[in-house]
């Protein structure tokens, strides 16, 4: 497959507007004040789709087997992964099937009133060259055929893993041909295992025979993985430890913050593991301290890395891209020098949300760092500064915001629909209330900036007889992960938190996320919202905010380019309103 600079823009612009073809394709039928300016969205949509269709049908995750699991398009039961569960929870989303007025939101092309998806992309990322890939790449639907060791593939199919999703298969060929890559891909679309198998392929018990066979040439840590919370981290291990399976799990050690640190390093001791999955501080603490040799590794992968090169971990992470998979006695002058200098290492930087500034880091590795996207891999040096687009405002294409912006393009699941209502700030949590019932959500994540009012909400909806939970960086280790487990078990109807579980985050039946107070920027929105529609399955994102703050919700609109609807909760219903309304 030739990719070309006109492809991959229209790529792009497929996806995003084919998201909106999900979120307004879909029959919902609530009652719709007005949909002319929708069914004008959609026509955008329509077209983005068609350029893709004619270049030969896009891979989705529906085209692949996934598909079956999660039932697209149908009202799913959604399963619990145990625990007590109250009977009114067994059912998944409901956009109000009962109201007799409603209406099938039906894709209309003749009404261009609102701004299509289009004008809200930005002209970003030129790619100048093209990158020959194998047409495979983006049509496998086996595991076998990405060909990864049958002792993998045995283990997966164990797991009830059959096909791999649509990154995996295209990040998992690119990894085993020793690319250092850079993975975008949206939230829950399965980055996780895109570069896990590749790396289990390798090393550990189920790699494949010609690696067997040099196995006694290695020892000591060969994959050192980095997530910027505990809760992903542990996320992470338990995902490394399903796929060796209990008699391996050893294999793999949490260096996470907050556990005991001498214990973790007994076991790095006692264990040889091969692989660690940490924390930046915690890491980097353990190899100062002479307990973690890591200058044999072969692969060294950042998860969220957009967030793990941010200036708060400036220091650990230059101690771990000094360290790890390097010889000792370099140095280097900042957080990206490391990344100049080549070693044995192979680097795999992952997010959702891709800046400029982390392509422009991650380019100076050496060695063809390619960038892989669902439906494209294109070489890193061939993408350019991306161009203004949004307005006047944001016309300074190098300020550190619109690459922030641009980077959340593109991150957000097809499946996802979004809509903001307005309410003063002491009627939030009654909205938040009605919000759930008129959805009849299950699993709700509602999303706060600050802890103390984040308490406030979870009191409120107790009284209100709402099973509530709080999840925040005040809480200890113990604590976060009771809650956690008990939040994935059914015991709580809602999770409130903050940014700590924005990231990575990964509980399957969630339905329904809520922005109690306002995400500081798209990105920081697209990392919230991707906590629902995980792998395909349906979600609704919901932000409540203030009457005077409805215009960044609408900005945030323009820059993710998804529909986010204006909307309120009445009489248990959702009511979804015309835009002339609020504006
Ligand atoms: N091939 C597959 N078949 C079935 N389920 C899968 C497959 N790959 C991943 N999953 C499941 O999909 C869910 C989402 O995967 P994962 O957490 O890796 O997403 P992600 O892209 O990293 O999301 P985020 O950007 O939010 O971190 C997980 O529950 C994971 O176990």
């Given at each position: 497959?030739?990719?070309?600079?006109?492809?991959?823009?229209?790529?792009?612009?497929?996806l995003?507007?084919?998201?909106?073809?999900f979120?307004?394709?879909d029959?919902?039928?609530f009652?719709?004040?007005s949909?002319q300016?929708?069914?004008?969205?959609?026509q955008?949509?329509?077209?983005?789709?068609?350029i893709?269709?004619?270049r030969?049908?896009?891979?989705?995750?529906?085209?692949?087997?996934?598909?079956s699991?999660?039932?697209?398009?149908?009202k799913?039961?959604?399963?619990?992964?145990?625990?007590?569960?109250p009977?009114s929870?067994?059912?998944?989303?409901?956009?109000?099937?009962?109201?007799?007025?409603?209406?099938?939101?039906?894709?209309?092309?003749?009404?261009?009133n609102?701004?299509?998806?289009?004008?809200?992309?930005?002209?970003?990322a030129?790619?100048?060259k093209?990158?020959?890939?194998?047409?495979?790449?983006?049509?496998a639907k086996?595991?076998?055929e990405?060909?990864?060791?049958?002792?993998?593939?045995?283990r997966?199919?164990?797991?009830?893993l059959?096909?791999?999703t649509e990154v995996?298969?295209?990040?998992?060929?690119?990894i085993?041909q020793?690319?250092?890559?850079?993975?975008q891909?949206?939230?829950?679309?399965?980055?996780?295992?895109a570069?896990?198998l590749p790396?289990?392929?390798?090393?550990?018990?189920?790699?494949?025979?010609?690696?067997q066979?040099?196995?006694?040439?290695?020892?000591?840590?060969?994959?050192?993985i980095v997530?910027?919370?505990?809760?992903?981290?542990?996320q992470?291990?338990?995902?490394v430890e399903?796929?060796?399976?209990?008699?391996?799990k050893?294999?793999?050690q949490?260096?996470?913050?907050?556990?005991?640190?001498?214990r973790?390093?007994?076991?790095?001791?006692?264990?040889?593991?091969?692989?660690?999955?940490?924390?930046?501080?915690?890491?980097s603490?353990?190899?100062?301290?002479?307990?973690l040799?890591?200058?044999?590794?072969?692969?060294?992968?950042?998860?969220?890395v957009?967030?793990?090169?941010?200036f708060?971990?400036?220091?650990?992470?230059?101690?771990?891209?000094?360290?790890?998979?390097r010889?000792s006695?370099?140095t280097?002058?900042?957080?990206?020098?490391?990344?100049?200098?080549?070693?044995?290492r192979?680097?795999?930087?992952v997010s959702a949300?891709?800046?400029?500034?982390v392509?422009r880091a991650?380019?100076?590795?050496?060695h063809?760092?390619?960038?892989?996207r669902?439906?494209?891999?294109?070489p890193l040096?061939?993408?350019?500064?991306?161009?203004p687009?949004l307005?006047?405002?944001?016309?300074?294409?190098?300020?550190p915001?619109?690459?922030?912006?641009?980077a959340?393009?593109?991150?957000?699941p097809?499946?996802?629909?979004?809509?903001?209502?307005?309410a003063?700030?002491?009627h939030?949590?009654d909205?938040?209330?009605?919000?759930?019932?008129?959805?009849?959500a299950q699993t709700?994540?509602?999303?706060?900036?600050n802890?103390?009012?984040?308490?406030?909400?979870?009191?409120?909806l107790k009284?209100?007889g709402?099973?509530?939970?709080?999840l925040?960086g005040?809480?200890?280790?113990?604590a976060?992960?009771t809650?956690?487990?008990?939040?994935k078990?059914?015991?709580?109807?809602?999770?409130v938190?903050?940014?700590?579980?924005?990231?990575?985050l990964?509980?399957?039946?969630?339905?329904?996320?809520v922005?109690?107070d306002?995400?500081?920027?798209?990105?920081?929105?697209?990392?919230?919202?991707?906590?629902?529609?995980?792998?395909?399955r349906?979600?609704?994102?919901?932000?409540?905010?203030?009457?005077?703050e409805?215009?960044?919700?609408?900005?945030?609109?323009?820059q993710?380019?998804?529909?986010?609807?204006?909307?309120?909760?009445?009489?248990?219903?959702?009511v979804?309103?015309?835009?002339?309304?609020?504006?």
């Amino acid at each position: 497959m030739r990719l070309s600079i006109g492809q991959v823009h229209r790529n792009v612009l497929a996806l995003a507007s084919s998201r909106s073809c999900f979120v307004l394709g879909d029959r919902l039928s609530f009652r719709m004040l007005s949909q002319q300016r929708a069914a004008g969205f959609h026509q955008t949509a329509w077209r983005g789709s068609q350029i893709v269709e004619d270049r030969g049908s896009p891979l989705t995750l529906a085209s692949l087997e996934v598909q079956s699991k999660v039932e697209y398009g149908k009202k799913e039961k959604i399963a619990r992964t145990g625990g007590p569960k109250p009977s009114s929870r067994g059912s998944s989303l409901n956009v109000k099937p009962r109201v007799s007025s409603s209406l099938s939101v039906k894709p209309r092309v003749s009404s261009p009133n609102v701004k299509p998806a289009k004008s809200a992309l930005p002209k970003s990322a030129g790619v100048k060259k093209t990158l020959k890939v194998d047409e495979a790449l983006f049509s496998a639907k086996s595991f076998e055929e990405l060909g990864l060791p049958p002792l993998l593939i045995d283990r997966l199919n164990k797991e009830g893993l059959t096909a791999p999703t649509e990154v995996q298969s295209a990040a998992i060929p690119i990894i085993a041909q020793k690319h250092d890559v850079v993975i975008q891909s949206y939230t829950g679309s399965g980055k996780t295992l895109a570069y896990l198998l590749p790396i289990l392929s390798e090393i550990g018990p189920l790699k494949g025979p010609m690696e067997q066979d040099n196995s006694e040439k290695r020892s000591g840590i060969e994959a050192v993985i980095v997530a910027p919370s505990r809760e992903l981290g542990m996320q992470i291990v338990r995902e490394v430890e399903k796929i060796l399976g209990p008699n391996d799990k050893r294999l793999v050690q949490q260096l996470v913050g907050g556990a005991n640190r001498s214990r973790q390093e007994e076991a790095l001791k006692k264990n040889k593991p091969i692989i660690v999955v940490g924390t930046p501080g915690r890491i980097s603490e353990i190899s100062a301290a002479g307990k973690l040799q890591t200058h044999g590794c072969r692969f060294l992968v950042l998860d969220e890395v957009d967030q793990l090169l941010s200036f708060n971990y400036r220091e650990d992470m230059h101690r771990i891209l000094e360290h790890v998979g390097r010889k000792s006695g370099t140095t280097s002058r900042d957080i990206l020098g490391p990344l100049a200098r080549r070693s044995e290492r192979q680097t795999i930087l992952v997010s959702a949300t891709i800046p400029f500034s982390v392509i422009r880091a991650a380019r100076s590795w050496g060695h063809d760092p390619v960038l892989i996207r669902a439906k494209s891999v294109v070489p890193l040096d061939s993408i350019t500064v991306p161009r203004p687009a949004l307005s006047q405002a944001d016309a300074n294409s190098s300020s550190p915001s619109n690459s922030v912006n641009q980077a959340a393009v593109g991150s957000l699941p097809p499946s996802l629909e979004h809509y903001y209502c307005t309410a003063k700030a002491q009627h939030k949590v009654d909205t938040l209330r009605r919000c759930i019932h008129a959805l009849e959500a299950q699993t709700v994540i509602a999303f706060m900036n600050n802890t103390k009012p984040l308490k406030d909400v979870v009191f409120k909806l107790k009284a209100r007889g709402i099973e509530a939970t709080e999840l925040h960086g005040d809480l200890g280790k113990l604590a976060r992960s009771t809650v956690l487990k008990k939040f994935k078990d059914g015991e709580f109807r809602v999770l409130v938190t903050n940014e700590l579980s924005a990231r990575g985050l990964d509980v399957p039946e969630c339905d329904l996320v809520v922005n109690l107070d306002l995400p500081t920027d798209s990105t920081h929105y697209a990392h919230r919202a991707g906590r629902t529609g995980r792998l395909g399955r349906k979600g609704i994102v919901v932000t409540i905010c203030e009457e005077n703050e409805a215009f960044v919700v609408r900005k945030m609109r323009k820059q993710l380019a998804v529909a986010i609807k204006p909307c309120e909760f009445t009489e248990g219903e959702l009511v979804v309103h015309k835009e002339e309304d609020v504006e």
